[in-house]
């Protein structure tokens, strides 16, 4: 069976020394995968998720000769032949089948980097054309993950923006829903600040709270002791209970617990915000009855919360 071998720069593999041209044997009942024998790899793509991606290591041809077990990606046999030397640049082309590619596992061309289905990226995973950067499936993005084209940022699913996570197109600034903004988190056109919902604002949208209008701005609120002390809410729906932490009346009705350790407990959303509460300091509670329009009947049909003055 032919496959591919890497070793150190000095031929030696595990210690092992090897040379080109000689075949090594050992007891075919002594051979263990992982553990002991001779391991090679099918294709040469393989053989770099157990060695690095190092033109100063040694690559050859080798051949089976004897006894093989495999786990379907990695071979071991008690008898091998280092064929013959191959060199880095027969290398780059064994491990992509795109042409002039730098890295490996590419089926584009022209590729300095891994795993890229298109051409002319510079990065990995990219299923687009010309990026710079990795698993963007646009085209002519530089930054990550973009599934528009022609971004200079990260996650942008529209096209020419500057900045990230925008869905609309033209923008200069953060998660715009809208085209041509210069500002964040806009959902319109033509907006030259933030927050704005419509078209050609200069000025942050002042927000309701409890129904009724204030003078705070959405970046504000995001800066507020208020907002800060909300953002400590765990409200994750489940969490994990040990075994030794659960009731006898959990024990019994979850008596699987008793081999995987403990069970996963759905929690009620306003149990969350009662303990977040409860854990408060009476001026923290207090920051958070100062916010504009407080209205504890609201806040209690929301947070499950009753606020005494």
Not at 111 to 117: D, F, I, P
């Given at each position: 069976m032919k496959g591919y071998k890497i070793f150190n720069s000095d031929w030696k593999c595990l210690g092992f020394q090897y040379e080109v041209g000689k075949t090594y044997e050992m007891d075919a009942t002594e051979i263990r995968l992982c553990n002991n024998g001779f391991h090679f790899c099918e294709r040469i793509i393989d053989c770099f998720s157990y060695y690095g991606f190092d033109p100063e290591n040694k690559f050859a041809e080798v051949e089976a000769l004897g006894a093989i077990l495999t786990d379907g990606k990695k071979f071991c046999t008690n008898k091998i032949k280092i064929v013959r030397e191959i060199n880095w640049h027969e290398v780059l082309n064994l491990a992509n089948i795109g042409k002039d590619c730098t890295g490996y596992g590419n089926t584009g061309n022209?590729?300095?980097?891994?795993?890229?289905?298109?051409?002319?990226n510079v990065g990995s995973r990219n299923t687009g054309l010309g990026n710079s950067g990795d698993y963007n499936s646009g085209n002519y993005n530089n930054g990550y993950c973009n599934s528009g084209s022609d971004n200079n940022g990260d996650w942008n699913c529209g096209n020419y923006n500057f900045g990230c996570?925008?869905?609309?197109?033209?923008?200069?600034?953060?998660?715009?829903?809208?085209?041509?903004?210069?500002?964040?988190?806009?959902?319109?056109?033509?907006?030259?600040?933030?927050?704005?919902?419509?078209?050609?604002?200069?000025?942050?949208?002042?927000?309701?709270?409890?129904?009724?209008?204030?003078?705070?701005?959405f970046d504000q609120w995001r800066l507020s002791?208020?907002?800060?002390?909300?953002?400590?809410?765990?409200?994750?729906?489940?969490?994990?209970?040990?075994?030794?932490?659960?009731?006898?009346?959990?024990?019994?009705?979850?008596?699987?617990?008793?081999?995987?350790?403990?069970?996963?407990?759905?929690?009620?959303?306003?149990?969350?915000?009662?303990?977040w509460w409860n854990n408060l300091t009476d001026e923290e509670k207090d920051i958070i009855k100062s916010i504009p329009n407080f209205d504890p009947d609201k806040f209690y049909k929301i947070t499950g919360i009753r606020v005494e003055d």
């Open positions: 022209r590729n300095s980097g891994h795993n890229n289905s298109n051409s002319d996570r925008n869905s609309g197109s033209w923008n200069i600034g953060y998660r715009n829903t809208g085209n041509y903004n210069v500002g964040n988190w806009n959902c319109g056109d033509f907006n030259k600040t933030s927050n704005a919902v419509g078209c050609f604002n200069t000025q942050d949208r002042q927000l309701f709270f409890f129904d009724k209008p204030t003078d705070m701005t002791k208020a907002y800060s002390l909300l953002s400590q809410i765990d409200l994750d729906p489940v969490v994990w209970i040990p075994l030794k932490h659960m009731t006898e009346l959990e024990k019994k009705q979850h008596p699987e617990s008793y081999t995987t350790g403990g069970y996963l407990k759905v929690r009620d959303t306003n149990d969350r915000f009662i303990e």
